[in-house]
Every structure is written in C-alpha cells, then in structure tokens.
C-alpha cells in the first residue's frame, strides 16, 4: 500500500527484474539474447531528482580517436604587430606620466549668495532659541531630611521631572527632541526591591509589542510578609515624624 513492488521473471531466451522502494527509486535490468546469438544486458535507475539513467551492453560507442594525441600541438599566440606595439607603449608611457603629476587640490564650492544668507539665517534662529529656552525653562526642586525630593525642569526642547518617595523608590521621566525632529519619552522606576525599569520610545521593541507605550511596566506584587514589613516601616515612620514635631 506504500507503492513498493518487486516483479521479474527468468527462463527462455530472455529475463528480467524490477524493484521500487519507499525512497521512490525504481531500479531494475533485462537481459536477452540478440539476433547475432550475442547476450545483450541493460540495467537502469530512475528517480525524481536525476531523472532516467541507463547502462547497456547494446549502446552505441564513440569510435576511438584516429590522431595521436602527440600530434595535436597548440596553436602560438597571436603576435602584435608593430603599430599595436607601438600603441602599447605609448598608453603606458602616458599613464606613467599621469601618475606621477602631482594632483592639484579641487578649489572648495563657493555658497551663492542666497544660501549664505540662509545658512546666517538658521545659525541666528538656532542661537535664538537656544537664549529663550535657557531664559523660559523653569526649574525647580525640594527635598527634607528623610531623604525624599523632587525636582525637574520644562521648556525648550526637552524636559524631565524626577521624585523619591520615603519608601525608597525613584520615579522620573524625560522627554527631548532627537536629531530626526521626533519626539522621545523616557519613563522609569527604581528600587532596592526590583531595580531601574525604563520604558521608552527610542528603545528597540520585539515584535508584537507596541512602541508607543510609554508606561512602566508593574512591579511584582508583594508578598503578605513584605506587605506587614512595610506597613511597620510606615508606622515607625510617623511616630518618629510626631515626635520629630512634638520636640
């Protein structure tokens, strides 16, 4: 049922055999005898990839050479005649020449008038608005003693923000303007617990994921025994900031 076969027969003036294997190659041979009385024996293969292939007894042969092989001497080279001699020579006497002229440097191009004037134009705008961000770009910060701050900056081409809470954990973002004139924001967070995680839009994304997410991605929920060390933490916290303002 796999296509595989096997048949042949033998006896008489003739024989023959044939066999096909899973492979799909087909193998087989006859033999028989001609009308000279002379045995003639064929076998041959046959598959998908090299086709039909035979080996017989009752092919015809190639008639052998008659030249000696001593006898067959390549022909000379075709010679230059003299005005392609003297051609040769000359091209590689100029060449020659050519090589060892010293280069002249190309004089630099010259701007027309009108893109000068453009080129003073962008420097004075670009020197302009790097005055003004400087001047409008706002600034601020606090901290306390606890060790919490926040501060950050806005205006011109870029911005950043940046706070830390009393339970130890950083998070900020900034934003600015690549040299392609897009648009970049960087979020991040950071902690003792699960170290800096940063999502941003100028980071290389696997496929299927979205590069315009800009949110952090969650950290992983905290334990029951974590959740009472830090609820501990925060009451210690206050008590000591009562304290702190009692004294």
Same mark, same amino acid.
């Given at each position: =049922?796999?296509?595989? @076969?096997?048949y042949? @027969?033998?006896?008489?003036?003739?024989?023959?055999?044939?066999?096909?294997?899973l492979?799909?190659?087909?193998?087989?041979?006859?033999?028989?005898?001609?009308?000279?009385?002379?045995?003639?024996?064929?076998?041959?293969?046959?598959?998908?990839?090299? /086709?039909? #292939?035979?080996?017989?007894t009752?092919?015809?042969?190639?008639?052998?050479?008659?030249?000696?092989?001593? !006898?067959?001497?390549?022909?000379?080279?075709?010679?230059?005649?003299?005005?392609?001699?003297?051609?040769?020579?000359?091209?590689?006497?100029?060449?020659?020449?050519?090589?060892? +002229?010293?280069?002249?440097?190309?004089?630099?191009?010259?701007?027309?008038p =009108?893109?000068?004037?453009?080129?003073? =134009?962008?420097?004075?705008?670009?020197?302009?608005?790097?005055?003004?961000?400087?001047?409008?770009?706002?600034?601020?910060?606090?901290?306390?003693e606890?060790?919490? @701050?926040? @501060?950050?900056?806005?205006?011109?081409?870029?911005?950043?923000?940046?706070?830390?809470?009393?339970?130890?954990?950083?998070?900020?973002?900034?934003?600015?303007?690549?040299?392609? /004139?897009?648009?970049?924001?960087?979020?991040?967070?950071?902690?003792?617990v699960?170290?800096? #995680?940063?999502?941003a839009?100028?980071?290389?994304?696997?496929?299927?994921? !979205?590069?315009?997410?800009?949110?952090?991605v +969650?950290?992983?929920? =905290?334990?029951?025994?974590v959740?009472?060390?830090?609820?501990?933490?925060?009451?210690?916290?206050?008590?000591?900031?009562? #304290?702190?303002?009692?004294?």
């Open positions: =049922e796999l296509g595989q @076969y096997s042949g @027969y033998s006896g008489g003036p003739s024989a023959k055999q044939e066999t096909r294997t492979d799909g190659v087909t193998r087989g041979g006859y033999s028989y005898i001609d009308a000279n009385g002379i045995v003639q024996t064929v076998n041959y293969i046959a598959d998908d990839v090299n /086709g039909f #292939r035979v080996a017989a009752n092919l015809p042969v190639a008639p052998a050479s008659v030249v000696p092989a001593a !006898s067959l001497v390549a022909p000379l080279p075709v010679q230059d005649t003299p005005e392609v001699a003297a051609a040769k020579v000359a091209h590689l006497a100029a060449v020659s020449a050519a090589v060892s +002229a010293p280069v002249e440097p190309a004089a630099p191009v010259q701007d027309t =009108e893109v000068a004037q453009a080129k003073a =134009e962008h420097l004075a705008a670009v020197e302009e608005a790097k005055v003004a961000s400087v001047v409008a770009t706002p600034v601020y910060h606090a901290q306390d606890l060790g919490q @701050y926040s @501060y950050g900056y806005s205006g011109g081409p870029s911005a950043k923000q940046e706070t830390r809470t009393l339970d130890g954990v950083t998070r900020g973002g900034y934003s600015y303007i690549d040299a392609n /004139g897009i648009v970049q924001t960087v979020n991040y967070v950071a902690d003792d699960n170290g800096f #995680r940063v999502a839009t100028n980071l290389p994304v696997s496929a299927g994921v !979205s590069s315009s997410s800009g949110v952090v +969650a950290s992983v929920p =905290e334990t029951p025994e959740a009472a060390a830090t609820a501990a933490h925060f009451a210690a916290h206050a008590e000591a900031k009562a #304290r702190l303002h009692q004294a």
